[in-house]
Each structure stands twice: as structure tokens, then as C-alpha cells.
């Protein structure tokens, strides 16, 4: 399976193995051409069942996740059960283990949650993410993506939904002059929460101090629906947006997100029809601004955002 729609290169340089995406666009969604294989009885897998897919990455999902369509279409069998949150509840869902096989040649054992649906058969999380090194670049022409990852990186398979937690930074750099803020969580993490202001367009509303979430895997920003209220925005229209149940109709608004002293970014925001652990998600429609950066290789996650000067 070839993807059309970008450029791929590797490289590799002291033990870490590199890929690199080109986009021919400014894109809304990381989509990259990855592989599955089943893990086989005393965790080693069949290279003879090696499946290729496309996989979103999703900052906003803590844990690797798979269709069930395509875990039924494969022959994934799960192995457990297990709680999985969505929309303040918990219900049960299948789990199944397999290697994801990325572009820089590393294969890497995860659980795998169910979900209805989604844009693509795998959703990669932060379990793989906050493995390694994740580099999202935006000129006024295209997006780069660059992963890296050491050769030797082990990586635990963490168990889905019951074990996300909101973790915010200990440290919080802004730098105003260089359109930039630096969030550094002093451990590695596996959800990217800090507290930023939001406001409305209309005049004599005070910005109000919110939990956001950092979420790639969101096309566009979204508030919750109690923020919405506490705001009193005006509803202005509705649009189609993914969730990983199936496309929902959202109501829309306007809103100015402020990530640091001096950018506020107009938004034009979903409003989730039922409230989650944010406020706010801040979805590829910002992201796609500037340049965004995760590096979690060592002992902490650190994610630096700027935008253009």
C-alpha cells in the first residue's frame, strides 16, 4: 500500500531509527502507512501475517486503539476485557495484542481497544508516541512529520482506559516573543493537559482559566458543552465531526484561544454533546498553525508549540 498523498524517508544516527513524512498539503490529520502483525503464543509474532494499514496519530488517545471491523477482518482474536472510558462512562471493551510496525523499521508490542470506528483501521496513542521523539512542522506550503525512536527502546504494553490520568506540566515557559510555550511534565507522560484562558468575540467577557488537552487526532478545537454555557457563546451552525463511535452532527462557535500572554487565536469550535475530563481540546486547526514538537526520549515528556513570527 502506497500513500499518494506524501513522501517517506528514513534515517538512522546513534542507535535512534528516524522516519520522516512530507505531506503534499497542510494537513489536519497524520495519517502514515504502518503494518500489523498478531502476536503469536510466547509473544513473538507470525512475519508471515503482516498486515499494512493506515494509522492516525492521535495525541489525545493515551492508548493504541483498532476497529472492530477490521480486528474481525484480520482474525484478532481479543484477549481480555477491559474499562474503557468515553464521554463521562465507563463501558467494556475487547483488547487485543499485536506488533505495530512503523516506518523507521520498529516493530512495537501494544494492547489494542476497541472501537466502533474510525478514519483509519489503528489509532496510534501515546503509549508508542511518548516513546520516542514526535515533530510536527507546517510551512505555508505543506506539513512534516519526523518520528524518532531508539533501536534499543523497550516499550512496556500499557493497559487501555482504566489507566489514562490527566497529567499536567511542572513547568510552564512562555515566551511571547517567540510566539512559543514550552510545557515540561518533569516524567513521562501519556496525556498532554496544561490550563490556558479562552474567551468569546463578544466584548466585556473576561477569559475564563480551563483544562485543555493537546489532541492531534482532532481535526478541529472542541469545547465542552458546559464551558459553552459558562461562556454563553452563540451557536452559529453545525458540522460533521469523527468520533470514535461513528461521525456526529456538532454545534459550532466562535472562540479565542489564549495559549500564551498575546496569541489569541480565533477558533471556530465544536461543542461536544456531552461533557469529557477537558474543557477544551485543541485540535489540528491550531496545531497546523506553527510548529509542534513532543520529546519524550529520556526520562521526561517535554512539548514545545510556536507559532510564526
Known amino acids: 500500500m502506497k500513500n ?10 546513534d542507535s535512534i531509527n528516524s522516519f520522516t513524512v512530507k505531506y503534499n ?21 507470525n512475519a508471515g ?18 476497529t472492530r471491523d477490521f480486528a474481525n477482518n484480520i482474525g484478532l482474536k481479543s484477549h ?44 496510534i496513542g501515546m503509549d508508542i508516541i511518548c516513546k520516542g521523539n514526535f515533530f510536527i512542522e507546517n ?50 507522560v501519556q496525556s498532554l493537559h496544561f490550563q490556558c484562558k479562552i474567551s468569546t468575540p463578544q466584548p466585556n467577557i473576561k477569559p475564563l482559566t480551563v483544562l485543555a ?8 478545537s472542541m469545547i465542552s458543552k458546559s464551558l459553552a454555557a459558562k461562556l454563553n457563546v452563540r451557536r452559529i451552525g453545525k458540522m460533521s465531526m469523527m468520533s470514535v463511535n461513528s461521525p456526529q452532527i456538532v454545534d459550532t462557535c466562535f472562540v479565542n484561544v489564549h495559549l500564551f500572554d498575546g496569541s ?12 469529557e475530563r477537558q474543557d477544551l481540546l485543541i485540535g489540528m486547526d491550531i ?12 526520562f521526561e515528556t517535554s512539548l514545545l508549540f510556536k507559532l510564526p513570527n
Open 80 to 123: 481480555r476485557k477491559a474499562k474503557h472510558y468515553y464521554k463521562g462512562s465507563y463501558s467494556e471493551k475487547n483488547c487485543y495484542m499485536a506488533y505495530i510496525h512503523l516506518p523507521n523499521g520498529i516493530g512495537v508490542p501494544v494492547e489494542l481497544a476497541e472501537v466502533k470506528w474510525s478514519s483509519t483501521p489503528i489509532i
Open 264 to 275: 489569541d487565536i480565533p477558533v471556530f469550535a465544536g461543542i461536544q454533546d456531552e461533557d
Open 287 to 298: 496545531i497546523s498553525m506553527g510548529n509542534f514538537s513532543i520529546e519524550s526520549i529520556g
Open 213 to 220: 488537552a493537546w489532541d492531534t487526532g482532532a481535526e478541529r
Open 4 to 13: 499518494e498523498n506524501y513522501s517517506l524517508t528514513r534515517s538512522s544516527f
Open 49 to 66: 501475517k503482516e498486515f499494512p494499514m493506515r494509522a492516525v496519530w492521535d495525541t489525545g488517545c493515551a492508548g493504541c486503539q483498532i
Open 139 to 188: 510551512t505555508t506550503l505543506n506539513t512534516l512529520v519526523r518520528f524518532d525512536m531508539s533501536q534499543n527502546e523497550r516499550i512496556n504494553v500499557s493497559k487501555p482506559g482504566m489507566d489514562f490520568k490527566i497529567e499536567v506540566p511542572d513547568l510552564i515557559t512562555e515566551e511571547p516573543k517567540e510566539n512559543s510555550i514550552l510545557l515540561e511534565y518533569g516524567k513521562i
Open 25 to 45: 498539503e497542510i494537513v489536519k490529520e497524520i495519517v502514515i502507512d504502518c503494518a500489523l502483525s498478531p502476536i503469536e503464543k510466547m509473544g513473538f509474532f
